[in-house]
């Protein structure tokens, strides 16, 4: 009973903070609402059993992804009440859109005749390693029937850092760097000069 | 079937990415001064790819055999032609390249590796037997295509193709991924072969909803309408050879991934898709002609006329009988060839400076100074309109030809009737190269790549081509058979 | 290769190479190749005519090629030599071959020699073709090609609108004659099986009195063969009712005139009656349509030409009335005559034609007689070939002692009129006669009026133009010309015509002084020179020569009326034509305005024919067809891509926003299907 409880109670918390997400006037709220939502929705995979990937979200999405939104919004400076308007322009047609879709899934799916909610009690069709821990039977998993793929996700990650440098990273020729070998390398008869002053005059650079 | 087995199924692949990472550390090391290097090296081993796969398809190859890795994987004829067919584009995307680049001080060493591992991801959609397999390689072939798109980053209009395609790519990614869920939540597994024995009998709608999405996000892919959007934009904002590309591999990798789907995973449900086929069909055909009358580059133009031939290809499909998928396959090679050949040739246009031309407007009159090229490009325009003797009417000959076999006799009507709007976009271009008041712009020499290749193209889609009918329909029926064993 | 074959290939051959040659050939040797063509054809045609005429000829069939071979329709090419082809051979080769000998002199200053003379060959050829026809087809290909030359010579100067005009009409009313020559011919093989004309003929008599369904109703089968084939011949030669092309088709240089619209082309209808003589002979009813219309035109067209002012025009109505003569000739079963009347009308009348031009040539380009006058001293070579050709067409001439040409043909048909002894032959005889009183009133008429009386020169706009180019060539001698104007020649000198035309119409004046007594003999009254190439009349031919001594001097005594009255009118006293005019001024209009034909075709046709071809034009094919054909999906075809260019606007929301959609209306007809 308490578990059904805290499945309406995540599940009503995702949806009203992505509601949030995309209402809140304050785009740092936002992100704010969007780490909420991250929360519910571990939440809702511990309920099913499945407390990695619950950790995944809070580490992953709530600790890395979600701060580094955070940090781009407040540096970025975005006009965001101008992008808004063709938002506010399009958003009854976008509503109307989600609530057709919604609807027909909804009808279609046959979700209203699926019956009670039942939690994730674990019946050994759907994970073959039950004796094993979450991570364990993952890990198995990932390093055995799905090597192939795990392995090709590898270079999906690879592509992508690929374009992040390929995209930002410029040799920028106006800076100055450190050149330590060149500092190292320096004497300091190069680096000094004697000169003796008269008096009443300046030194002559 | 054990783990070298499947190991020597994915050799090209292991190649691929053996080779692109070699390569990238040879790019960190030499740096720029080594793209052309690189680039070649990048061919040679596209070359050395082709070769491992082709002995598969002409022999062939189906059944058990060609699996790989408990069904994820699929090595048969049917995924050997398609990756002939991309690594052929590749191949020509990289030899177009670094002329176009070193004008503008922008041909970077990374360019060849992003080609290889997008050609890598196209290797792993065409070959996919798993709804895992499709999204790794549709999402490594995309976040390579998202980088390339925006690869002169100083162009505003490539930055912003850039970013329109990937923003328009992460909607439709989640839309296939969400098809995915659906699918996998109403058939409890993630193969193909799987998911075509949970639907046998009657379609539950949660399944059927399930392939609508996934057909839409893969629509995305292969840009047909209503998800083409992205396509003129970026077609036109993206450098020419990258276009090059995106008009050529990634049509064949989605188009044959679509075929994996439909026809494989689906395959026992055709009517559930058939109707939402033909009408993309039909619709990417008439808003592909449509859209392309009144443009005025000839890049947004190509790209247009991208989406009109799926639309074409799509008619094929919607036949979903195996001489409709060896109809797409033989209008795929040709389509090929047409497009590597359109692109080129843009690319060959060049003012006095250097600097590409684009406009229809530039080119008018350009028989009487570039006589080879406007000939060669006007081959490529008949062509592409279909008409005879040029070799791009028999790709449409051979489609409408299966459509009709179907019983989709309307449709194949339709079709043709569309392709008479687009005939006059095409002629249109020939009759401004041909009779309009010389603008005198396009005046620039040629790479002797980019004359090497244009000339290869329009000799495939001259009328010389129809010597290789019968050899090209033996291959495409051989990969067909492959495909619909699969199924 | 046989003669009959250089006679009418050579003419194709030289307009094939002055044709195409054109200005890489030049004047000069385009001229040359068809001009030494023709005479060629002449000098070979002669033989052949008088080896007929000497009896010593057979007819002959020169097979060509097998032109069609389809089911039961089978014909060849093939060129069919008898006396009647030897007859037009002659006239055809001669006339033709004297006009290319004229146009040297004649078209000297005009640019675009080298076509003229193509087309003057391309003529000449397909005259041939026409008349050595063995078979229908085959004279319909003729038929046709002598109409495409006349369309092209008569709109030779296209720059002129009004001569692009008269080459429409005449084109246009051919097709009106020629539907009827077409369904003849469709006819004549649905009912005979062939179009053989040998076989058609023998086969002939065996028809009569049979009937056929023809446009709902039960006609007598030979009647209805022979009508639509003498509406055909009507269109070619002119006759009543399809008439209205011939005197505009003078827009034509002069020697097209000559050759097309008097000797030759205008007597093919003739010629065809008479090579299909034996199935006329079938049906009295279609004789009797040809005897009516031919008496009729005759009359009309010589009313006509009493009473216009332009030379040409004048002669072409002679030869509009002359050709009415033919054909009741040959209405009334004297197909002799109606040949020798061809014959000898080819001589004069080209011979008039030509000396018109002579004239024309000589008063630059003025045709208007009102404008002439004395110029019998000023060119008086012109003068006497005129006077030769009056002489001819008048038909002057003493019984048993000698005539001119016109003289013997004329009066043979009226003879032969007057000796069918119907009713109608016996109005065709008085409307004959009155025609002739007629045509020799306005044959001494134009005489008068061009070579005698005084130079009335100085009001012609022509003559001004020449006079004004010359003052401003050579301005101090300026002084001369007022002295000249009181007389009325404004300074003019007319000149005599070049060589090249005087040989001509000497040589055709030595024809219309001696053709007719040469050869009337054998015309008329030899069956053997005939040898059954037309049918043959014995009776008729002996009712000829027993006819009253009234009836063989009605025609001089007519002549000579004429003659009276013109000297009269234009001699004597001047005043006698307008008192005349002012006194009968609806009889004058009446005729003046050619009996009003033209307005009526106008009315009638002409502008029923444009406002239905306007409805179509922009009711039917604009409003309806291009409307909702092509504009109309090209209309679509626009409003589409200006949307798709709409829809296109750039922005990343409205893109997400049209896949979404999509995606819903996918979602929505599965579930509506599903």
């Known amino acids: ?108 799916i046959g979700a209203e005749r699926a019956g009670a909610l039942k939690l994730g009690t674990p019946d050994g069709t759907a994970a073959p390693l039950m004796d094993r821990s979450n991570i364990e039977a993952i890990g198995a998993l990932l390093y055995s029937r799905y090597l192939f793929l795990f392995e090709s996700a590898g270079i999906i990650l690879l592509v992508a850092m690929i374009g992040a440098i390929v995209l930002t990273h410029r040799e920028r020729s106006d800076t100055r760097r450190q050149n330590i070998s060149k500092q190292v390398k320096r004497r300091p008869d190069e680096a000094t000069i004697n000169v003796k002053p008269e008096v009443g005059k300046g030194v002559q650079l | 079937m054990d783990f070298a087995a499947s190991l020597s199924l994915v050799a090209p692949e292991i190649l691929l990415s053996t080779a692109g990472l070699v390569l990238l550390l040879v790019a960190a090391w030499a740096g720029d001064g080594a793209s052309r290097a690189i680039s070649i090296a990048s061919v040679a081993v596209l070359a050395a790819c082709a070769f491992m796969v082709a002995p598969a398809l002409c022999s062939g190859a189906m059944g058990p055999d060609t699996v790989a890795f408990s069904g994820q994987f699929r090595a048969d004829a049917f995924a050997s032609f398609a990756k002939l067919l991309i690594y052929a584009a590749g191949g020509a995307a990289l030899i177009v390249a670094p002329a176009f680049f070193e004008r503008v001080h922008a041909m970077r060493a990374e360019y060849p590796v992003l080609i290889l591992f997008a050609v890598l991801g196209m290797g792993l959609m065409v070959s996919a037997s798993d709804l895992l397999t499709l999204y790794i390689g549709l999402e490594l072939n995309s976040l390579a295509a998202y980088v390339l798109a925006a690869f002169l980053r100083d162009d505003e209009r490539s930055a912003e193709a850039g970013l329109k395609y990937f923003v328009l790519g992460a909607l439709a990614s989640g839309i296939l991924l969400f098809g995915m869920s659906l699918t996998y939540g109403f058939t409890g597994t993630t193969s193909f072969e799987g998911i075509r024995a949970a639907l046998s009998g ?22 047909a309408v209503p998800f083409h959007m992205w396509t003129p934009d970026v077609y036109e904002g993206a450098p020419t050879p990258v276009t090059t590309f995106f008009a050529t591999a990634p049509k064949v990798a989605a188009v044959a991934l679509s075929m994996r789907v439909t026809l494989d995973a689906f395959g026992g449900q055709v009517a559930a898709w058939q109707q939402i086929v033909i ?10 002609a449509l859209g392309a009358i009144g443009q005025t580059n000839i890049k947004r133009l190509l790209a247009y006329s991208s989406i009109n031939n799926v639309g074409f290809i799509l008619i094929g499909l919607a036949a979903a009988t195996p001489q409709g998928a060896s109809a797409m396959l033989v209008y795929l090679a040709i389509y090929i060839a047409m497009s590597v050949g359109g692109f080129v040739a843009v690319l060959m246009l060049k003012d006095a400076d250097g600097a590409p031309v684009e406009g229809i407007a530039e080119i008018a009159g350009l028989s009487r100074h570039r006589k080879v090229l406007a000939a060669c490009l006007a081959m490529v325009m008949f062509s592409l309109a279909g008409i005879p003797p040029l070799f791009g009417f028999w790709g449409k000959f051979v489609v409408f030809q299966a459509a ?52 290869i193209a329009a000799l495939f889609i001259s009328p010389l081509g129809y010597l290789l009918t019968r050899w090209l329909g033996a291959l495409a029926d051989k990969a067909a058979a492959a495909l619909f064993l699969a199924a | 290769m046989n003669a009959i074959q250089i006679i009418v290939f050579g003419p194709l051959l030289a307009a094939i190479v002055a044709g195409l040659g054109n200005r890489m050939l030049g004047s000069v040797a385009a001229k040359t190749i068809t001009t030494a063509g023709l005479f060629l054809s002449c000098v070979l045609s002669w033989p052949i005519f008088l080896g007929f005429l000497g009896g010593s000829a057979e007819a002959s069939v020169t097979p060509v090629l097998h032109w069609v071979q389809s089911g039961s329709l089978t014909f060849d090419w093939a060129l069919r030599v008898d006396a009647l082809t030897a007859v037009m051979l002659v006239v055809i080769t001669s006339v033709s071959a004297l006009v290319h000998l004229y146009s040297w002199g004649y078209m000297d200053e005009d640019p675009d020699q080298p076509r003229f003379f193509a087309y003057l060959s391309l003529f000449t050829f397909a005259m041939l073709m026409l008349v050595t026809a063995d078979n229908l087809v085959q004279m319909f290909f003729g038929w046709e090609g002598v109409g495409l030359a006349s369309y092209l010579l008569i ?8 001569a692009c005009a008269a080459a429409i009409k005449a084109f246009v009313v051919n097709r009106v004659g020629d539907l009827g020559f077409m369904l003849g011919i469709f006819g004549t093989y649905l009912v005979f099986q062939t179009t053989s004309i040998p076989e058609i003929l023998a086969a002939a008599p065996g028809m009569a009195g049979s009937t056929i369904g023809f446009l709902g109703y039960r006609l007598d089968t030979m009647t209805v063969l022979c009508i639509l084939l003498f509406i055909g011949a009507m269109g070619k030669s002119a006759q009543l009712g399809l008439h209205t092309w011939l005197p505009d088709a003078m827009e034509g240089p002069t020697p097209v005139s000559a050759l097309i619209h008097a000797a030759t082309m205008v007597t093919a209808g003739v010629f065809m009656v008479c090579r299909l003589s034996p199935m006329f002979e079938t049906s009295p009813t279609a004789l009797a349509l040809v005897t009516f219309i031919g008496a009729a035109t005759c009359f009309f067209a010589a009313t006509v030409g009493t009473c216009q002012w332009d030379i040409k025009r004048v002669i072409a109505y002679s030869t509009c009335s002359q050709l009415g003569y033919m054909f009741f000739a040959a209405g009334v079963g004297a197909y002799g005559a109606a040949m020798f009347h061809l ?83 016996q109005f065709a005889f008085v409307l004959g006669c009155i025609a002739a009183l007629m045509t020799s009133f306005y044959s001494w008429r134009l005489m008068f009026l061009t070579f005698w009386g005084k130079p009335r020169w100085a009001g012609s706009e022509h003559i001004q133009h020449a006079m004004h180019d010359a003052h401003v060539h050579d301005d101090h001698d300026h002084g001369h010309g007022h002295g000249h104007e009181v007389d009325g020649t404004a300074g003019y000198h007319p000149h005599e015509s070049p060589l090249s035309m005087l040989v001509p119409l000497a040589i055709l004046s030595l024809g219309a002084v001696f053709a007719g007594f040469v050869f009337h003999d054998g015309f008329i009254n030899s069956e053997q020179f005939w040898n059954g190439a ?81 409805q179509f034009w922009q009711r039917g094919d604009v409003g309806f067809i291009d409307r909702f054909g092509p504009n109309g999906a090209a209309w679509v075809v626009a409003q589409g891509s200006s949307y798709a260019k709409k829809v296109q606007s750039g922005y990343l929301y409205s893109y997400a926003l049209v896949m979404l959609l999509g995606l819903v209306a996918a979602v929505s007809w599965a579930l509506a299907a599903g």
């Open chain 3, 155 to 162: 709109g030779f100067w296209f720059r002129k609108p009004s």
């Open chain 2, 404 to 455: 009709v076999q179907a019983g989709l006799v309307p449709l194949a009507a339709i079709g043709i009737a569309a392709s008479v709007i687009g005939a006059f976009y095409y002629l249109k271009v020939v009759k401004v190269m041909y009779f309009d008041e010389p603008a005198n712009v396009a005046v620039g020499k040629s790479d002797w790549a980019h004359q090497a290749l244009l000339a």
């Open chain 3, 343 to 425: 014959f000898t009308h080819a001589f004069f009348k080209a011979l008039l034609f030509l000396g018109a031009g002579s004239v024309i040539h000589a008063m630059h380009h003025e045709q208007d007689m009102r404008f002439y006058g004395d110029l019998r001293k000023r060119i008086p070579l012109t003068f006497w070939a005129m006077m030769a050709g009056t002489l001819a067409i008048t038909g002057v001439g003493i019984l048993d002692v000698f005539g001119f040409a016109g003289f013997y043909s004329k009066d043979a048909i009226l003879e032969a009129a007057y000796a069918r002894g119907t009713e109608l032959s």
């Open chain 1, 1 to 108: 009973m308490i578990q059904v409880l805290a499945f309406y109670l995540f599940a009503t918390l995702v949806i009203a903070s992505a509601v949030f997400v995309i209402m809140s006037r304050n785009p740092v709220h936002s992100v704010l609402w969007l780490i909420v939502a991250f929360f519910n929705a571990a939440g809702l995979m511990v309920l099913v059993g499945a407390e990695f990937i619950a950790m995944l979200l809070v580490i992953v999405y709530v600790g890395a992804v979600a701060v580094l939104f955070l940090f781009v919004v407040m540096m970025l400076d975005i006009d965001f009440a101008e992008l808004r308007a063709g938002f506010i322009r399009n958003f009854p047609l976008g509503i109307a859109i989600a609530l057709v879709l919604v609807a027909e899934l909804v009808l279609g």
């Open chain 2, 279 to 288: 009408f993309a069909a039909l619709a990417s055909v008439i808003v592909g």
């Open chain 3, 534 to 614: 037309i049918a043959y009349n014995e009776h008729l031919i002996h009712a000829m020569h027993a006819v009253p001594l009234w009836v063989k001097l009605s025609a001089t005594v007519v002549m000579l009326t004429g003659f009276g009255i013109a000297y009269a009118a234009y001699i004597r006293d001047t005043t006698i034509p307008s008192r005349f005019v002012a006194t009968f001024p609806q009889l004058h209009g009446f005729a003046f305005n050619k009996w009003y034909f033209d307005e009526l075709y106008n009315f009638l046709f002409v502008r029923p024919a444009f406002w239905l071809g306007r």
């Open chain 2, 202 to 223: 009657t379609i539950s709608m949660g399944a059927l909803f399930g392939a609508i999405f996934m057909l839409a996000g893969l629509s995305f892919k292969i840009a």
